[in-house]
């Protein structure tokens, strides 16, 4: 092996494995760091919150001037919701419930009130919400009600609140610490009821408590009371179906648009993604081919000497083990500096993802140690094939 060594030493190019290295380097760094970036920035566009179901479309009425005026209800009838559900690209819908008497609602920290305000509560139909049915329900006369708020409250309280009265800021994971009081005014009554977070969402800028409870207080505080739903949600076979939005445009309806945006948003930052990580690849494979230059002008020369080799009884597994394990050692070093330079460059834009996006988890380092460790494993194995082959062809003349 000794022997083998010093007669690969004596024609190695440094000039040719430098460049190898630095071409190597730089395309690995670019698909490893366009890859993990996508990997943390997407939950920025997405924000799904797995308390909603995320596939669900909000329906509304175009507001016109009669509108405006309070001439015209704003409402959907039950004849309007059950010609909607007859379409052939819907599958499920249900309405929004509103309050029908007036609520305050009081939010604080161990025992002291930071905010109060009179709110509006509503509810949606149970199969919209993926709370847990054991959370997600109310018992006739309890004077608890399970609570889900928009996440918005949530960035208002850490950094309004939570700054002015020096309190620690909040998250998912201690929504237990949070006192919320909702008195309830109707019928010459009042009801007090203490609000159980159970989680914040981002789908709905709403405050959402179970379908029973509204019905129930509705019933109790508001029983003359009955207001057509002002939106529905709706799950729909294929968004982009040309029947949804021809039935929508010929019915007066609109639909929220922030999923769509959000899916443009998404569908750029995969294109980007892809588009960087090509270039990445491009480079990739041709500092490979320098390699593989490199590699077979290296045997090209010591061609007359590696034929004595086989002469003396050298197999080709022992002729090829050097050159193997100098391509393998190259790519070793290169996938390291490239994770070392990975870190680096996420912990410089991880804090410029937070402050934009302060309430999203990033995905941790994970993808970007895999997909390193993938192409350090594939790139070794075509270099073991491509060494091995190039032997193999100069020792069948001696086999």
């Known amino acids: 092996m000794q022997l083998l060594w010093k007669l690969l030493r004596h024609h190695v190019s440094i000039a040719q494995m430098a460049g190898f290295f630095f071409a190597n380097l730089l395309g690995t760094v670019i698909i490893l760091v366009g890859y993990q970036f996508y990997k ?3 939950p920025c566009f997405t924000g799904e919150d797995n308390l909603l179901k995320s596939d669900f479309l909000i329906v509304s009425k175009s507001i016109g001037v009669s509108q405006l005026v309070g001439q015209e209800d704003n409402g959907f009838s039950d004849a309007a919701i059950a010609d909607l559900r007859q379409q052939p690209f819907v599958e499920q819908v249900g309405a929004f419930q509103t309050c029908e008497y007036r609520v305050e609602a009081s939010l604080g920290m161990e025992g002291n009130s930071y905010f109060k305000s009179e709110i509006f509560l509503e509810s949606i139909p149970d199969d919209f919400v993926q709370v847990n049915k054991r959370i ?26 939570a700054r002015q009265h020096a309190l620690p800021k909040i998250s998912d994971g201690v929504m237990g610490i949070i006192n919320m009081q909702l008195t309830l005014w109707g ?36 029983p003359d009371k009955h207001t057509r739903p002002s939106r529905l949600l709706m799950t729909v076979n294929n968004p982009t179906d040309k029947r949804l939005t021809q039935y929508m ?3 007066g309806y609109e639909v929220e648009t922030d999923r ?3 899916e443009r948003a998404t569908v750029f930052l995969r294109t980007l993604m892809l588009l960087v990580v090509s270039v990445g690849i491009l ?18 020369k010591n061609t007359q000497k590696l034929e004595n080799l086989f002469l003396i009884g050298y197999s ?51 993808p970007g140690w895999v997909l390193a460790g993938i192409l350090f494993v594939l790139l070794a194995a075509i270099n073991y094939i491509v060494v091995r082959h190039r032997i193999n062809g100069i020792g069948k003349r001696f086999s």
């Open 316 to 366: 080709p597994q022992q002729i090829a083990l050097p050159y193997q394990l100098l391509a393998l050692l190259l790519n070793a070093t290169v996938v390291l500096v490239a994770c070392g330079i990975l870190w680096v460059v996420r912990a410089y834009y991880t804090d410029i993802l937070l402050s934009l996006c302060p309430d999203t988890a990033l995905a941790g380092m994970a």
């Open 260 to 262: 769509k945006e959000v």
């Open 40 to 42: 943390d920035a997407l």
């Open 136 to 161: 997600w329900r109310y018992q006739q006369g309890a004077k608890e009600v399970p609570v889900l708020l928009p996440r918005s409250y949530m960035t208002m309280y850490n950094y309004g609140f």
């Open 187 to 222: 019928n010459g009554t009042q009801q007090k009821v203490r609000g159980r977070v159970v989680g914040f969402t981002n789908r709905l800028n709403t405050i959402l408590v179970p379908m029973d409870f509204l019905v129930y207080t509705n019933r109790l505080l508001a």
């Open 249 to 251: 445009d010929e019915s």
């Open 283 to 300: 480079i990739a494979l041709l500092s490979m081919y320098i390699l593989m230059l490199s590699i077979y002008l290296l045997i090209q």
